[in-house]
């Protein structure tokens, strides 16, 4: 069995990744635009959106449940000044976001503002891509999406809302933006499948049984998840003593704007599942907002002050035994100092993954470190 971790540069990983995408179906072009948004995630150190989630989230869902469409059918509904509504058509997730924000930011640079809105999308990896979109065109981006149903409403154990990322980006005068890229859940699916595929157990009191109870096994989380049977805290954590009530509210904004505008799917619609327990599409619903700082004030302006009050976040007095202060998006900028010349880390059971897609596309020009050896 294979244990160590391997690192594979991010130039060989994104090839293999784009071969993948063209090998179940998606288009050069798409293919290339969701393999960069995947290796974002490893590049930021992100590893619960990045590789890890290749197989499972976008090529199973092609190729064995044929729950999502290769080649994305764009569909514009409705285009007035700084808005539209856009219709995914269960296309590829990260395709349909990536041209929504070029749509917002297009609008920004007219009106100042812009903001659009998807339906019949699916999964769109790490949310931050797309908000970053924005802070490199020296705007502000808002991002979010819903999801698959996991977070229990404060005093109850039904999984009801996604784990809906609410996502804000800054464009400062710094190496990196801020951008504050998280779920409305004290811990999201993708970090509980990364503990499952390294053997871990889940922290308790993240995720909530029927009874009230916290789980811990993560293999049992994920598959109490899918039939209701569990459900996660959401931010602030289960009650309201820790103010579990304000990422539950936080959470239910993102799914109203994930749904109400565009009129799609939310909630329990978003199963996957339909009442013979037969995997479908999820439906999921993204919106993406971008504002224009010129329009306010001078943009190098705007980058200094938030320059500035990072940085003075970050100097300010520590807790005893603490090292440093972090902002958001300095961990991410790190993660990608320390791994740009090593690549991206693969343990055990993601090596399995690959080897497995890998043969199964017939992509015979890789050879992975794990190999040494095989003739």
Known sequence: MIHKVCWVPFETMERFAVDVFRGVGVPEADARVCADVILAADRRGIDSHGVGRLKSIYYDRIVKDRIQQPVTQFEVVSDRGATAVVDGHLGMGMVV??????????KARQHGLGMV????????????????MACEAGMIGITGTNARPSIAPTFGVENMLGTNPLVFGFPTDEPFPFVNDYATSIIQRGKIEQYAREGKA???????????????DS??????????????????????????????????VVEVLSAALQQGAFMKQLLGLD??????PYRIGHFFIAIDISFFTPLEAFRKTTGDILRQLRASKKAPGAERIYTCGEKEHLAWLERKDKGVPLNGELQKQVTAMRDELKLAQYRFPWEKGRG
Request: charged fraction near 20%; proline fraction near 4%.
């Open 202 to 216: 889940c922290p308790p009191g993240l995720v909530v049984n029927k009874q009230g109870g916290t789980l811990t």
């Open 275 to 280: 009442e013979q327990g037969r995997k479908i």
């Open 117 to 132: 809105v998807a339906r019949k999308s699916t999964h769109f990896g790490i949310a931050a891509y797309y908000s970053m």
């Open 219 to 252: 293999e049992e989380i994920l598959e109490a998840l899918v039939r209701s049977h569990a459900a996660l805290a959401p931010l602030g954590g289960i009650g309201e003593e820790t103010a579990g009530y304000k990422g539950y509210g936080f959470a239910t």
């Open 97 to 106: 976001a990536k041209r929504c924000m070029e749509m917002a930011i297009a």
